[in-house]
Structures are given as C-alpha cells and as structure tokens.
C-alpha cells in the first residue's frame, strides 16, 4: 500500500464535526495516509475577503487529493455586510470556495452516488397492488459537469454596456431592451463542447465498468436548445462506442416526477451543473437524505471529495453533536476508490451498510425526529455514537 497526504478542509458549521469522524474511520480501516489542515470556508471571506486563501490552493496543487467538510455560504449583500470593515469596499467579490476550487482545479467531474441501505427507516417505499409495501433498491450515480453550466459564475447585476450590445443582438433579448440596467439581472449558462465530451464519456465508461444498463441525460432541450441541446447531440455520439448500454433522455422536470414513481429502473445519469446538482439531492431524498449523500469532484489531476450537505450552523455548538457523518464517511470511501485503495473503501460501505442493517445506531434524522439539543433525550443517537458502531465493525 502505498502512504498518501491528504488535504482536509473542514470548513463551516458541521464540516467542522463531520470531517474528524471520517478520517477515523480512514485510519480505522487501514489506509496509510497523513492529513493536513487547510483553510477554507465563511470565517476567512469575514476576515480576509477570500473563503479560499493562497496558502489552501498551495496545498491542493501539492498533494493533489482532499477531503471536505461544508460550507457557508450567504448572498451578495449579506457576504458584504459581514466582511471586516477595514476590507469594505475594496473590490472584494464573495464566491463560493468550492465552485471557486472546481474552476481552478478543474474538478469537472462531479460524481454523486446515491444508493439505498437495507434497513435505513428513510428508504422510499411503495405500495404493491395489494397494499403491501415494496422498497426498491435504489443505485444511482450522478454524473455532473462541475465547472461550466449555470454555475459558471458569469453574470451581472446592472450588466456593462458591452454586455447589453451583446445580449441585444439576439432577437429574443427585445422584451427585456426597455429595462433599466440597473433592474437587470443577466446570468449565462456557458457548455463547451469538450468538457460535455468528458462527462458524457466518463458516465458510459463507468456504466461499462461497473455494470450499468443505462446512462440517462437529463437535461431541457425543447427549451435550452443550445446547451441542453449539445448534450443530446454529444451523448448520442458517444453512445455508438457503448452499444451494450441503452441511452435514454428525460427532462430534468420529468424526471423529478418520474424518481419518485420508479426510481429502481435508473443507473447512471449525465447532466450539467445545476440540473446535476437538483437530481442528485432529489435522488439522496429517496435513500435517506442529506445524511447520506456523498460526492467526489475529480479532475484529471486533482480530486476532492465531499458530503452534499451544508454547514448547518444551528447544530454546530451542540454537546454532544447529534449530525449524521455517514455522508463524509462515504465520501472518504470514494476518495479510497479514487486513489486505488477500492478494497479500504469497500470496507468502510460494508462497516456503513452493517450498522444501517442492525438498526441499534441511528442519528436523529435516521428516527425522523427534531434535531436539536433535546434529541438525544428522544433516543437520537449521537454523531460519536455512530461513528463508534462503524468502526466497530470495521
């Protein structure tokens, strides 16, 4: 086995609590590595106008792999006013760190697993015809583009007279000539051609390797024919080098409507940014919730792994912590995979999928109860509690 160096980044909120529970679970499982600590997230965008120092990305660049907790992020106005004084009004812009790491490192691989865990209370059920329950095992990979789409961050509020000659040479600009600038508000949704290439082909290439029938594009061509509409084009291109593996199209609304009737029948899907990001929480809804939702954002050099969750701040101070880890365990388990240490992340879904199984160990969002400082007493179990159960069986 070889040693490696991991970049950890707890952030915000909960990331703080969250992040030191998986690297247990690294350690307990055998992995050889040493971490460092790096600086990230709301406190230094307050303090020094930048949620991603210098002295982070230098980290990064050099070990090349990290692992994330959360992050907070708030709008323009809000960031504003909560930047120290003495850097008001010098230029400073807030934008999210991660999206910010995703550019530089070209993270465009955002890779969002969602499967279901036997006896996990949350699972989507249905009713068969004679009223018993049905649960369907649910085993789906997100694939989403992560530095382009929507969050490609080029817009503008009171848009650049440049920017307005632009956007007025297309005929569908005319409703909106007679606004006021300043009651403008222009974002762009930028797709390139090569980077959907990449996405596409990684979503079939992992179908291929591990077994998928399917690889879905969910996207919105009969209305973004442009951007969604290179996605189609791309997909049905490189599905010729996959003749064993169906290529189907739904509607990013659809297919929100259609993941509740029969979410067993998907596998791998492929979309751009926020379209990826709405399917993948809609998906982490059916097999349990934030709580369980894992991702990895890969580059070509570069990866970093992390819970989809946020920051939840309103939990960060409580003694003891009541909030789920398994989201970050899972995602150091794809961090594992990533680096070539598949049989230590095996281990630890294995550890996970055991304590699920029993039922002995569940936070409070496993019991479907309040979080909050009172939950404990209701029989929520405590994030310690269940990290304790995974390494147990690890």
Not at 5 to 30: Q, S
Not at 46 to 51: A, F, R, V
Not at 86 to 100: C, E, R, W
Not at 139 to 163: L, M
């Amino acid at each position: 086995m070889n040693h490696y160096t991991i970049v950890t980044m707890p952030g915000d909120g909960i990331g703080k609590i969250v992040l030191p529970e998986a690297v247990k679970v690294l350690e307990k499982a055998g992995l050889k590595a040493d971490y460092v600590n790096a600086d990230i997230g709301w406190n230094f965008w307050c303090k020094e106008g930048n949620p991603l120092p210098e002295r982070t990305i230098a980290l990064i660049e050099k070990y090349k792999i990290g692992l994330f907790g959360a992050i907070t992020s708030k709008p323009k106005k809000e960031a504003e006013k909560e930047l120290d004084p003495q850097l008001k009004d010098k230029g400073y812009t807030y934008f999210s760190p991660i999206v910010s790491m995703r550019q530089m490192f070209n993270l465009d691989l955002c890779v969002r697993p969602c499967r279901s865990f036997k006896g996990n209370p949350l699972n989507f059920v249905k009713k068969n015809p004679d009223g018993s329950l049905f649960e369907p095992d649910i085993d789906v990979v997100i694939f989403r583009q992560g530095t382009e789409g929507s969050y490609s961050g080029v817009e503008w509020t009171n848009p650049p007279v440049e920017v307005l000659n632009a956007f007025k040479t297309h005929p569908k600009f005319k409703a909106f000539v007679n606004v006021k600038p300043e009651d403008l508000a222009i974002s762009s949704r930028i797709v390139s051609r090569e980077a959907t290439r990449r996405v596409i082909r990684e979503a079939f290439e992992y179908a291929r390797k591990f077994g998928y029938e399917s690889v879905t594009v969910s996207e919105k061509p009969n209305v973004l024919r442009e951007t969604s509409g290179m996605f189609e084009e791309e997909a049905k291109e490189i599905k010729k080098d996959y003749p064993e593996i169906s290529l189907r199209s739904v509607n990013i609304d659809a297919i929100m409507m259609w993941l509740t009737k029969n979410p067993e029948e998907y596998g791998v899907f492929v979309c751009e940014n926020l379209f990826g990001d709405i399917l993948s929480d809609g998906f982490a809804g059916l097999v349990g919730g934030l709580g369980f939702a894992c991702s990895g954002n890969i580059g070509k050099n570069y990866a970093v792994f992390e819970p989809t969750h946020g920051s939840a701040p309103k939990y960060e101070k409580l003694d003891p912590p009541i909030v789920n880890p398994i989201a970050t365990i899972l995602s150091a388990a794809m961090l594992c995979d990533h680096i070539g240490e598949k049989e230590i992340g095996n281990k630890i879904i294995e550890a996970v999928a055991k304590v699920i199984s029993e039922g002995k160990v569940r936070t409070y969002d496993m019991l479907r109860i309040p979080g909050g400082p009172k939950s404990i007493q209701m029989g929520a179990s405590s994030t310690y509690e269940m990290t304790g159960a995974i390494l147990k069986k690890l």
